[in-house]
Nanobody, 127 residues
């Protein structure tokens, strides 16, 4: 059974930084996609970034490009989302998700193909 555990959420002022972590367990493939999504109440879920555990560059949503950096840990089942220059509009729940393949369309990361999801971690940015 695949499990994803997120950590690192919290509250900071605008302009500050946070680092989220996601650790996956139970995945049988040597390389898979790990992604971050976020969803505010009443809004559509938004893909933030994804990366493959086996290598390659991360892909970012336009809304976070240049501010967020997604990286792999030394243990390939862990990824880190470094979030800098945070804005109040970044406030929401952030979820880690995995799939064999991540997809994007019209510069938006597609969530329908994600197989497993974490429970989420809350990020709150005050102005």
């Amino acid at each position: 059974q695949v499990q994803l555990v997120e950590s690192g959420g919290g509250s900071v002022q605008a302009g500050g930084s946070l680092r989220l972590s996601c650790e996956a367990s139970g995945y049988v493939y040597s390389s898979y996609c790990m992604a971050w999504f976020r969803q505010a109440p009443g809004k559509e879920r938004e893909g933030v970034a994804f990366i493959y555990t086996g290598g390659g560059s991360a892909y970012y949503a336009d809304s976070v490009k240049g501010r967020f950096t997604l990286s792999r840990g030394s243990a390939k089942n862990t990824v880190y989302l470094q979030m800098n220059s945070l804005k109040p509009e970044d406030t929401t729940m952030y979820y880690c998700a995995t799939a064999a393949i991540c997809r994007y369309s019209d510069h938006k990361i597609v969530d329908s193909g994600m197989n497993y999801w974490g429970k989420g971690t809350l990020v709150t940015i005050s102005s």
